[in-house]
């Protein structure tokens, strides 16, 4: 009996043993809430991106086939999966803000991000660059433009998600760009005037990858994976250009394809 009263008594020890025990609990919680914030949300993020990509698999087939009529019919779910893309960005966009309060509840600092060089290409969490590549078609004749269909499909994503924001400078004039400017994405703006503060990374002091627009005098942010890419090109197109769903398609395939 003794033996468990000694096990159920609470422990005793110096004040700063205390403080150092409630440190330790405080700092596993928090870690632990932050996990499961960021197990939800990119669960979601991935099967909204699942969804967006098997609608806009559809709408390709049928835009292939010229079947208007049936892209009308899944233009709505589409947009539906968008609306709900649209709520989890607001969520992304307060997720770093939740994180920097946590922070302020422990001692513990977080590693400051590696610098990089911003023309170097987007790597993974393994420092391997990435394996696919960005395509993205537009179908001008539907837009009101000459032409039929244009397909992107640079080496370097960085370099298909630029040359489709020149094409549409190129087609539709610089209020197109002056719309994307004010259309955030995760780490800033998607297009600036001023990279060197709006691409900021204020966390270790470098400048997100970023590449020019032709002779505008605008730059478009690139520093993201594919997937997210991908994501926000869709989200420009319908939700700040309000292009019709299926003018432009984006995807996401192995860098040994077309």
Known sequence: MAAVAA???????????????????????????????????????????????????IIST???????????????????????????????????????????FTLVQAPPEPRGSSADPFTLGNGRAEKKK??????????????????????????????????????FGPETL????????????????NPQSDFLNKTSGTVFAHQPIGDSGYYILTHSQNSQKVTDIRRACQRVLSLPVGTVLVEEIEKNGW
């Open 134 to 171: 960005l395509r993205i078609t537009i179908d001008w004749a539907r837009l009101g433009k000459p032409g039929g269909k244009e397909v992107i499909c640079e080496h370097m994503s960085s370099h298909t998600m630029t040359k489709w924001a020149a094409r549409l400078y190129q087609q």
């Open 62 to 104: 049928f835009a292939r086939k010229g079947d208007a009529a049936s892209i009308a019919r899944i233009a709505g779910t589409a947009s539906r999966i968008q609306q709900l893309q649209e709520q989890l960005f607001h969520i992304e966009q307060e997720i770093p803000q939740i994180d920097e309060k946590l922070k302020n």
């Open 178 to 193: 002056q719309k994307l400017a004010g259309f955030r994405i995760s780490r800033g703006p998607m297009l600036s005037k």
């Open 7 to 57: 096990r159920r008594a609470p422990a005793q020890g110096s004040p700063t043993t205390t403080i150092a025990q409630w440190e330790r609990n405080k700092q596993q919680i928090l870690f632990d809430i932050n996990t499961f914030i960021l197990y939800y949300f990119n669960t979601m993020k991935q099967k909204l991106e699942q969804l967006s990509k098997t609608a806009m698999d």
